[in-house]
């Protein structure tokens, strides 16, 4: 039974170009999360999005970066003209269907390590 | 005021210890709350829930108090291969979790 999984695990990107990281939910999840981690910190929310919906993405910065999660294919976080400060490593989770009173527990991809030079 | 706090330690033990990591959370409206386990440079891992009862699984206990809004982890009888940083997570509803930044946990020989 696979996991979450993500690729590519290292992407090295220069200044101004595009990383596009994808996201595979585990089988029988229907919601995915994106998290980052910046070094030596704490996982950040990122968004949250089911099969063709945004649900929330108040952790996302204004600019440059996008989510997307399509009816086919695997979730995809994009950042457009990467900067130094992108570097980090992007969490994606899945989840079950939530349902209303409860919260499910979320299970975490290896994580794709994005570096900036 | 960040919304989970934790004690990043280290906390040093010698194999066989006890030890024990709290956690408080700011958001009274919170409505479920996790420890995950994460070993250098790779993604955290799911360690149990936690819930208003307690909960038990092997040699980890978690609590929770709301009233005080703290969570707690007890590692009994600690292993070399419970070195890991912990995570005190909280779900402050809608499924967005918030972590903490972890205590770091090293268990010697």
């Known amino acids: 039974n696979a996991g979450v999984m993500q690729n590519p695990r290292h992407l090295v990107r220069r200044r101004g170009q595009e990383a596009r990281l994808r996201c595979s939910p585990m089988k029988g999840h229907s919601h995915v999360y994106w998290y980052r981690q910046l070094p030596e910190e704490g996982l950040k929310f990122m968004v949250y999005?089911?099969?063709?919906?945004?649900?929330?993405e108040s952790g996302m910065p204004k600019e440059r970066f996008s989510a997307e999660f399509p009816k086919e294919g695997p979730s995809i976080l994009r950042i457009q003209q990467v900067v130094r400060g992108d570097s980090a490593a992007y969490f994606c989770a899945s989840s079950p269907q939530a349902r209303e009173g409860r919260n499910y527990e979320q299970y975490f991809g290896p994580g794709t390590r994005l570096t900036v030079t | 005021r960040k919304e989970v706090e934790q004690d990043p330690g280290p906390f040093n033990v010698p194999e066989g210890a006890t030890v024990a990591f709290n956690c408080t959370y700011s958001?009274?409206?919170?409505?479920?709350f996790f420890w995950y386990r994460q070993d250098c440079r790779k993604e955290p891992k799911l360690l149990m829930s936690v819930y208003s009862s307690g909960n038990e699984d092997g040699r980890f206990t978690a609590q929770l108090n709301r009233a005080s809004q703290y969570i707690s982890l007890l590692i009994r009888d600690s292993k070399l291969s419970d070195s890991a940083t912990y995570l005190c997570v909280v779900n402050t509803g809608f499924q967005k979790l918030v972590f903490g930044t972890g205590t770091r946990l090293l268990v010697s020989p």
């Open positions: 999005l089911q099969k063709e919906n945004i649900i929330d």
């Open positions: 958001n009274s409206a919170s409505q479920s």
